[in-house]
């Protein structure tokens, strides 16, 4: 399968709103789970959240749930998050990763990576 591709990433104050994007047009078949992680400088990467495709089903790390919203547009099969009240604890490359498990948070159930995009939160 191909690779992922994140775009969206941005430098935003403290507060603001940002929206990111993932395409999985490098694939011939959709994902069936869609994750979102982001990596800060000198922190391991971690999990930010997860869509399943058959039916929208997300799942969120306690750290953004409640600001960042995690969406689909079937028709141009693409995955967002809307990340919203952005903090500089939320800086970082964030990636994107197809997984064919549910539910799963942990990095090595999900493969074809995107490349990331930087998000910077800084005044």
């Known amino acids: 399968q191909g690779q992922m591709a994140e775009s969206g990433g941005d430098l935003v104050q403290p507060g603001n709103s940002l929206r990111l994007s993932c395409t999985a047009a490098?694939?011939?078949?959709?994902?069936?789970?869609t994750g979102w992680f982001r990596q800060a400088p000198g922190k391991e990467r971690e999990f930010v959240a997860a869509?399943?495709?058959?039916?929208?089903?997300?799942l969120y790390a306690d750290s953004v749930q409640g600001r960042f919203t995690i969406s689909r547009d079937n028709a141009k099969d693409t995955v967002y998050l809307q990340m919203n009240n952005l903090n500089p604890e939320d800086t970082g490359t964030y990636f994107c990763?197809?997984?064919?498990?549910?539910?799963?948070?942990?990095?090595?159930?999900?493969?074809?990576w995107g490349k990331g995009t930087q998000v910077t939160v800084s005044s």
């Open positions: 869509m399943r495709a058959i039916d929208g089903a997300t």
């Open positions: 990763a197809a997984s064919l498990y549910w539910g799963q948070m942990a990095l090595t159930y999900y493969q074809d």
């Open positions: 490098a694939r011939k078949v959709s994902p069936y789970v």
